[in-house]
């Protein structure tokens, strides 16, 4: 339920604690990003890096520089992700703050394949390689999950399939469910060496882990629809109530005329 999540965020943004207010606030610009609500994450990441750089708060303004590259990354506006992200990493540089700029590459190398430069993403991927396991567990699973996808696009099948077996263990480790795409991947890398068994359980699994995520989303468009339709059916109850209320006193308006008339006839 996003809608009540980012009104429940909004209020723990105005915390006077201030680690509760930026935690808040940068889970808020997440969950717009993830909601496509690009404009909107930009703008409450630039009232957070007024107050970053006012308050001196370095380690906060690197990682609001890494969420405002995701966020232009995400708009396909190369050249701003290329500036923020080189801003960034500079900072991140001069204050040694090794897992923000962790994170940092990830979103570059991820970068590079989206503009069709695989080489370039394949050899930053490499290269962080060393770094990967220093960084929380989901920045991991998704380094593994973005990495095997560029090999498998790539004909790096075998490599593909050990980055994408090693990033969906960690997300069962850490509980998430919802990141199915690189099963897909997995499903066709062991197509293409020609290991139609693992391929085809690996489709099964991925048909029904989409299907379970659909019938989710139809359960809640249905629950919204029987929302609507129950106010809708209450709301022409109360119409119903105040129409009867209306004639009553129609009614009795019409009665005390004629009581009226007949007194001003008498």
Same mark, same amino acid.
């Given at each position: 339920?996003? %809608?009540?999540a980012l009104?429940? #965020?909004?209020?723990?943004?105005?915390?006077?604690?201030? *680690?509760v207010? %930026? !935690?808040?606030?940068? %889970?808020? !610009?997440a #969950? /717009? @990003?993830? /909601?496509?609500?690009?404009?909107?994450?930009l703008?409450?990441?630039?009232?957070? +890096?007024?107050?970053?750089?006012?308050?001196?708060?370095y380690? $906060?303004l690197?990682?609001?520089l890494?969420?405002?590259?995701? $966020?232009?990354?995400?708009?396909?506006?190369?050249?701003k992700?290329?500036s $923020?992200?080189?801003?960034?990493?500079?900072?991140?540089?001069?204050?040694?703050?090794?897992d923000?700029?962790?994170?940092s590459? !990830?979103?570059?190398?991820?970068?590079?394949?989206e503009?069709?430069?695989?080489?370039?993403?394949?050899?930053?991927?490499?290269?962080?390689k060393?770094?990967?396991?220093?960084?929380p567990?989901?920045?991991?699973?998704?380094?593994?999950?973005?990495?095997?996808? $560029?090999?498998? =696009?790539?004909?790096?099948?075998?490599?593909?399939?050990?980055?994408? %077996?090693?990033?969906?263990?960690?997300? +069962?480790?850490?509980? !998430? +469910?919802?990141?199915?795409?690189?099963?897909?991947?997995?499903?066709r890398?062991?197509?293409?060496?020609?290991?139609?068994?693992?391929? =085809?359980?690996?489709?099964?699994?991925y048909?029904?882990?989409k299907?379970s995520?659909? =019938?989710i989303?139809?359960?809640?468009?249905i629950?919204?629809?029987?929302? +609507?339709?129950?106010?809708?059916?209450?709301?022409n109850?109360?119409?119903?109530?105040?129409?009867?209320? @209306? *004639?009553?006193?129609?009614?009795?308006?019409?009665? *005390?005329?004629i009581?009226l008339?007949?007194?001003?006839? /008498?």
């Amino acid at each position: 339920d996003y %809608n009540l999540a980012l009104r429940y #965020l909004k209020k723990a943004m105005a915390s006077k604690d201030k *680690n509760v207010a %930026n !935690i808040a606030y940068n %889970n808020y !610009i997440a #969950l /717009l @990003l993830k /909601l496509g609500r690009f404009k909107e994450s930009l703008y409450y990441i630039d009232i957070l +890096k007024t107050k970053a750089r006012t308050s001196q708060e370095y380690r $906060v303004l690197a990682a609001l520089l890494c969420n405002e590259a995701t $966020v232009y990354g995400s708009m396909k506006d190369y050249p701003k992700f290329d500036s $923020v992200s080189d801003e960034c990493l500079k900072l991140c540089a001069r204050y040694n703050f090794d897992d923000i700029a962790t994170y940092s590459y !990830i979103n570059s190398a991820t970068s590079y394949y989206e503009r069709g430069e695989a080489g370039k993403a394949i050899s930053l991927f490499t290269r962080i390689k060393d770094r990967i396991p220093k960084v929380p567990p989901d920045y991991q699973m998704g380094y593994y999950s973005e990495y095997g996808k $560029v090999l498998y =696009n790539t004909g790096s099948y075998r490599a593909a399939i050990d980055n994408i %077996n090693q990033g969906m263990q960690i997300a +069962k480790q850490i509980g !998430i +469910k919802t990141n199915i795409e690189p099963i897909h991947d997995l499903a066709r890398s062991y197509q293409a060496l020609g290991d139609y068994t693992n391929a =085809n359980r690996q489709f099964e699994n991925y048909i029904r882990l989409k299907d379970s995520f659909q =019938n989710i989303e139809i359960q809640k468009n249905i629950n919204e629809y029987e929302i +609507k339709f129950r106010t809708a059916e209450m709301d022409n109850e109360l119409l119903n109530k105040k129409l009867t209320i @209306l *004639n009553q006193s129609n009614k009795i308006s019409n009665k *005390n005329t004629i009581i009226l008339l007949s007194a001003i006839g /008498l």
